[in-house]
């Protein structure tokens, strides 16, 4: 049974930083692309950043450019987005997804969600 489970999300005032991690089990992690998505209160999931299990290439939507940066270790299993100069515009639920086929950079047709967890950025 694929699982995967985010951590590291909470409260942060604008501008702080937060490191969410997502553990990956049940699946051969390293042959699979992992990406970061999140969905604000009464909007739509939206791609945040994902890396290629192929050759390590990142991507990043234009909003978190330059202030995000996505990071695996297969050994570990695990997938982490490192968030610096937060915003209120931030705060959302985050959720880990992983897909066998391509990097996840769409919500449609990813393999596997996770839960998400919950990042709160304050003004």
């Known amino acids: 049974q694929v699982q995967l489970v985010e951590s590291g999300g909470g409260l942060v005032q604008a501008g702080g930083s937060l490191r969410l991690s997502c553990a990956a089990s049940?699946?051969?992690?390293?042959?699979?692309?992992m990406g970061w998505f999140r969905q604000a209160p009464g909007k739509e999931r939206e791609f945040v950043a994902a890396?290629?299990?192929?050759?390590?290439?990142?991507y990043y939507a234009d909003s978190v450019k330059g202030r995000f940066t996505i990071s695996r270790d297969n050994a570990k299993k695990t997938v982490s987005l490192e968030m610096k100069s937060l915003k209120p515009e931030d705060t959302a639920v985050y959720y880990c997804?992983?897909?066998?086929?391509?990097?996840?950079?769409?919500?449609?047709?990813?393999?596997?969600w996770g839960k998400g967890t919950l990042v709160t950025v304050s003004s």
């Open positions: 997804a992983g897909d066998g086929a391509v990097v996840p950079t769409t919500v449609d047709g990813i393999n596997y």
């Open positions: 049940g699946l051969t992690f390293s042959r699979f692309s």
């Open positions: 890396i290629s299990w192929r050759n390590g290439n990142s």
